[in-house]
């Protein structure tokens, strides 16, 4: 059994212990067990927090190796690309919130629509997302456009942070590859979110791709083949 396999099974083996040590935190944070001293909750606060960064790393690493070994599972339906971009954005709320950013979509031409996982589009914005409120002032507003680009649906996403760094940019889509965090928010990332966007983009037939905007910020956008009759 080659290395690589071996943390794929170690990794599935702990989903369920991730479960319960995330669902006896938040229990007892929410007061399961009474009352606990300011001290007590920060702490207990804190471990959920990193829980759920440990959380989201080791999803990751699951989804590399498939997307490294081209067994990224797609359960592709025909959908209103326009509703998987509303339900994203409304299932990223807090996000918003808490990075004191607003996240504004642009009308949608509808209907739009693509022969896709819904799920793994979702995970797609979700990034683009979280990278957008993560490198926007507070108070800034993340824009989201969908518009044709020929035969293909184009999601866009628009921020209004220090754009891409330029020695960043030939690796932006690369593995463990992160640009400086110096004018960003305190969110740590595990270097593979774009990666594994752009397999799951791929793999779908689209392509993905970002620029710096003259007027400062950058765009992260990506197509995906519209579905004609």
């Keep these: 059994m080659n290395s690589p396999r071996f943390g794929f099974v170690a990794c599935r ?8 040590i995330r669902g006896s935190l938040g229990l007892t944070l929410g007061g ?12 207990i606060d804190l471990a959920l927090r990193n829980t759920d ?8 690493i699951l989804d590399m190796e498939k997307a490294a070994a081209g067994q990224l599972v797609l359960s592709p ?3 209103d690309l326009g509703d998987v971009i509303r339900h994203a954005i ?8 808490e990075m004191d950013v607003t996240f504004a979509l642009d009308t949608v031409p509808d209907p739009v629509p ?3 996982d819904a799920e793994k589009i979702s995970q797609v914005l ?9 490198f926007s002032p507070t108070g800034g507003e993340v824009r989201i456009t969908v518009g044709r680009n020929g035969a293909a649906a184009r999601v866009s ?3 209004d942070g220090p754009g891409v760094p330029e020695p960043f940019r030939d690796h932006i889509f690369e593995k463990f590859s992160q640009a400086d965090t110096t004018d960003a928010r305190d969110v740590p990332g595990s270097g593979l979110g774009l990666y594994i966007c752009k397999a799951i983009i791929e793999q779908h037939g689209g392509s993905i791709g970002f620029e710096n905007r003259s007027a400062g910020g950058s765009t992260f956008h990506f197509d995906l083949p519209l579905h004609e009759e």
């Design 114 to 116: 693509v022969m896709v």
């Design 126 to 134: 979700a990034n683009f997302l979280s990278n957008a409120a993560k």
């Design 77 to 79: 339906d025909l959908v």
């Design 53 to 60: 960064r440990l959380s989201v790393l080791v999803d990751h």
């Design 90 to 97: 409304e299932s990223n709320a807090g996000l918003s919130d």
């Design 157 to 159: 996403v628009l921020d």
């Design 13 to 20: 083996g702990g989903l369920k212990k991730r479960s319960l």
């Design 32 to 43: 399961a067990l009474g009352d606990m001293p300011d001290g007590v909750r920060n702490m």
